[in-house]
């Protein structure tokens, strides 16, 4: 018999994680949702028909907790979506930035996945064929916002949340690195300009669109890519 794949999707009450786990569930995947707001992760979870565990990604004992609830009932993990991700309200330029904001930001959408992708990392080499994408951020691209005349290069600056979008990239290069040898694929996804919270629900594409390439990127079949960062059209420029 073929085991069901097991996901743990952080960030996942509403907006693009809500609609990873859901694509996940749909696909016959066991889906952990998890979150920090008990009350919307509880809606979620029901909604969903999943099961869910409350994770702030800031809070490494948090993380720990988490994947001690996947232990105790899935005994492994074989996909981790670091789905979570804030802007800190500020789109400040580098000159005029509360560098307390600036840390917030990274806390969350940098060191966050670091302290949830360790504590779940033992769990995850349980799995035969593991996978984990960071959700990240064509703003967070070096080439897309350096190139003269390219859209995202004309946009303001504003040093929060893109810098740390291109430290995340960085991170998923080097967690690719490390862990190819182990067979675990590890991949960073670009879900587009999605209509959430995040943005005042402002974007131009659904978070069904946007999660669609996180979902992808988490059931890569065998030899799949690692260490790329790709959007629903493939791969996107460092
Ligand atoms: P969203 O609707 O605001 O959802 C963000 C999610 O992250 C919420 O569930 C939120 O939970 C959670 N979160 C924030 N801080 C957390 C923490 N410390 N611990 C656990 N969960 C936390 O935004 P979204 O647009 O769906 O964003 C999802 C991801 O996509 C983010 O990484 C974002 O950077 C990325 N992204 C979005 C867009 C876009 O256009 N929307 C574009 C590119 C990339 P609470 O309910 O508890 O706040």
């Known amino acids: 018999m073929i085991e069901k794949r097991v996901a743990l999707v952080t960030g996942a009450n509403k907006g693009i994680g ?8 749909a696909r016959g995947v066991t889906v952990v949702l ?56 500020s789109f400040d330029p580098p000159s005029r930035i509360d ?15 670091i302290a949830v992708t360790n504590a779940m990392l033992p769990l995850l080499r349980r799995s035969p064929a593991a996978r984990i994408v960071n959700v990240s951020s064509s703003v967070g691209s070096f080439a897309a916002t350096s190139t003269p005349g390219s ?49 005042g629900n402002a974007g131009d594409r659904t978070p069904e669109q946007g999660a669609a390439i996180a979902v992808e990127l988490a059931t890569l079949p065998d030899g799949g890519p690692t260490g790329g960062f790709f959007d629903d059209g493939g791969p996107v420029p460092w």
């Open 18 to 25: 809500r609609q990873i786990a859901a694509q996940l569930a």
């Open 34 to 89: 998890a979150a920090r707001d008990d009350t919307r992760r509880a809606e979620a979870a029901t909604a969903l028909g999943v099961d869910s565990v409350r994770l702030d990604v800031t809070d490494p004992a948090s993380a720990r907790a988490a994947a001690e609830h996947v232990e105790r009932r899935h005994g492994r993990l074989d996909v981790l979506v670091n789905n979570a991700g804030i802007t800190g309200g």
């Open 99 to 113: 560098v307390d904001v600036a840390r917030r930001v990274f806390d969350t959408n940098y060191f966050g996945v």
């Open 151 to 199: 859209a995202l290069a004309s946009l303001p600056p504003s040093v929060t949340y893109p810098t740390s979008k291109t430290a995340l990239n960085a991170l998923t290069v080097q967690y690719a690195k490390e862990l190819a040898p182990e067979g675990i694929l590890v991949n960073a996804a670009c879900p587009g300009w999605c209509a959430t919270d995040l943005n």
